[in-house]
């Protein structure tokens, strides 16, 4: 099946520093999300991106649709305690299922 | 408004045991799915229902059953539990399976087969 990698795995930096993570796809997606999931609750979507290229910006977070579309960026700007969390990217791929595909998440820890 | 409801939140089975997971959404969404989260493995897809009356496999549907019972419902039965079932169980809807605004979660059942 279609494979989404999802780097890094974790990330464990200081409150006010900046965040990067991206999602690479062995196949074209032609739409790209991403999801935060907080301790014992399901994944809230955050960013939603339909377009190669596309630069999409939620608050602190930026995240932007590959040229190449087998991969997209999330970035967190300035962190907060509250991003502490598991980020998601998830993508539908052009031809077959309609389905999501889920990368393997990015487990995001704050220190004060 | 509560979105996508899932219960129960949690459950210990015994091997061999069986149970339905239950889900249901008020949001009118037409496709609904159940994933399944472990560690370092994110979410996989059992099964999805993309409209009312259809169902169809996903990555890992061994082991497991749906039923979509009306728009609103869809649950998920395991027959026979195995250890290797013990996980976080996720059910989603959205409003088309076609294009992709993104799914809905539910909270999540958290499963252990002993």
């Known amino acids: 099946g279609q494979q989404l990698n999802q780097s890094p795995q974790s990330m464990f930096i200081q409150e006010g520093e900046d965040v990067s993570m991206n999602c690479t796809s062995s196949s074209i997606f032609n739409t790209w999300l991403w999801y935060k999931q907080d301790p014992g609750e399901g994944p809230v979507l955050l960013i939603a991106?339909?377009?190669?290229?596309e630069l999409t910006s939620n608050g602190r977070l930026t995240a932007q649709f590959g040229i190449t579309r087998k991969d997209s960026f999330l970035n967190i700007s300035a962190s907060i305690p509250s991003d502490v969390g598991i980020y998601f990217c998830?993508?539908?791929?052009?031809?077959?299922?309609?389905?999501?595909?889920f990368g393997q998440g990015t487990r995001l820890t704050i220190n004060p | 408004n509560a979105g996508v409801t899932q219960t129960p939140k949690f459950q210990v089975l015994k091997t061999g045991q069986s149970m339905t997971l239950q889900c249901a959404q008020d949001m009118n969404h037409n496709s609904m799915y159940w994933y399944r989260q472990d560690p370092g493995m994110g979410l996989r897809l059992i099964y999805y229902?993309?409209?009312?009356?259809?169902?169809d496999k996903g990555e890992v549907p061994n082991g497991y059953n749906v039923s979509r019972l009306n728009k609103r419902e869809f649950s998920l039965r395991l027959e026979s539990a195995a250890p290797s079932q013990t996980s976080v169980y996720f059910c989603?809807?959205?409003?088309?399976?076609?294009?992709?605004?993104?799914?809905?979660f539910g909270s999540g059942t958290r499963l252990t087969v002993v």
């Open positions: 998830a993508g539908q791929a052009i031809q077959g299922a309609q389905k999501l595909v």
């Open positions: 229902s993309a409209s009312e009356g259809t169902t």
């Open positions: 989603a809807s959205s409003p088309t399976s076609v294009f992709n605004y993104g799914y809905t």
């Open positions: 991106l339909y377009k190669a290229g």
